[in-house]
């Protein structure tokens, strides 16, 4: 199992979820806050309901990990946690509350874990006595590396329009051997009012950094707009984007999906990708379905 990194880091520090709009900013004594995506896709995407445990509840921080892990109630907000995620045992020790997480978590990566992470870190270090979060899958750490613990203060979701939250990226470029789309990961510094959707595919314009990917998108080629509705991001690019497109198919499958896995992979909002130019759908071309939303591929990355 592979070690889960922290992905976000804080340039300032986050008191309590202020300067987000939460349904209930301070809960009800004797009630908590969950923490839960909010639907609109933005970097600073974490919204909250309030929850009261059952009177008498003698584990706490399992009953809020239990609720939080149900989703939410609330209409606009979204769970982080892939389906079928369970805790599969919890220690507080030392004011260290270690979650062991079932395998399912480990299918996150990139923002998603990200945010995850953060759901979970934010809802739980409101109880007493817990000040921090060790998170394993199935209670595997590498010991290669050092213990990871995730506190409130790491953590800057939104900021003003001043201030710089960076977030670790995945983006999918074509390798340079042609075989494939090889991953790039890069910070992506966003101010709060940035949309997470226009960074990612602003960094996949400007082409990779490693020597072994290649530059994906036509020369010219301007982005003209991103929108989510229902699980699907509408990526409007420019004319040149169109006029552009390889006649080889695999050349041209490679250049769409880097797009398409890109933006699945870092947003869970995310479910499926359409092309557009000028606003409107592409024709099918080479063998590639262009004028439809497109699943994300991940047989493209593998070696």
């Known amino acids: 199992m592979r070690r889960l990194l922290p992905l976000l880091t804080a340039l300032s520090l986050l008191c309590a979820c202020t300067g987000t709009d939460t349904p209930s900013a301070t809960p009800a004594e004797g009630s908590y806050l969950l923490y839960y995506l909010a639907q609109d896709g933005s970097p600073s995407a974490l919204d909250s309901e309030s929850w009261t445990p059952v009177a008498g509840e003698e584990d706490l921080p399992r009953a809020a990990v239990e609720a939080l892990l149900d989703g939410p109630d609330t209409e606009g907000l979204t769970t982080p946690f892939p389906a079928g995620t369970e805790l599969r045992s919890l220690t507080l020790e030392d004011g260290v509350l270690s979650l062991h997480l079932s395998e399912q978590y480990d299918g996150l990566s990139g923002i998603s874990l990200t945010l995850a992470n953060a759901c979970f870190t934010l809802t739980l270090c409101q109880l007493e006595g817990v000040d921090a979060l060790s ?139 359409q092309l557009l130019a000028e606003g409107q759908p592409l024709p099918a071309r080479g063998g590639v379905e262009l004028d439809g939303p497109l699943d994300p591929d991940p047989a493209l990355e593998k070696s």
Request: proline share 6%; glycine share 8%; with cysteine.
């Open 135 to 273: 998170i394993t899958v199935e209670g595997i750490e590498n010991e290669s590396l050092p213990r990871t613990l995730y506190t409130p203060d790491q953590l800057l979701l939104q900021g003003s329009e001043e201030e710089l939250v960076e977030m670790t990226a995945a983006l999918r470029f074509p390798r340079s051997t042609g075989e494939g789309l090889g991953v790039e990961y890069r910070p992506l510094h966003l101010t709060g009012e940035a949309s997470l959707s226009r960074a990612l595919l602003e960094a996949l314009l400007e082409g990779p950094t490693y020597e072994s990917l290649s530059p994906v998108l036509p020369q010219g080629t301007e982005l003209r707009g991103v929108t989510v509705e229902d699980g699907v991001c509408y990526v409007d690019f420019s004319q040149a984007f169109r006029d552009g497109l390889p006649e080889d198919e695999q050349a041209l499958r490679l250049l769409v999906y880097s797009v398409v896995n890109t933006m699945a992979g870092n947003m869970d909002s995310i479910r499926a990708v």
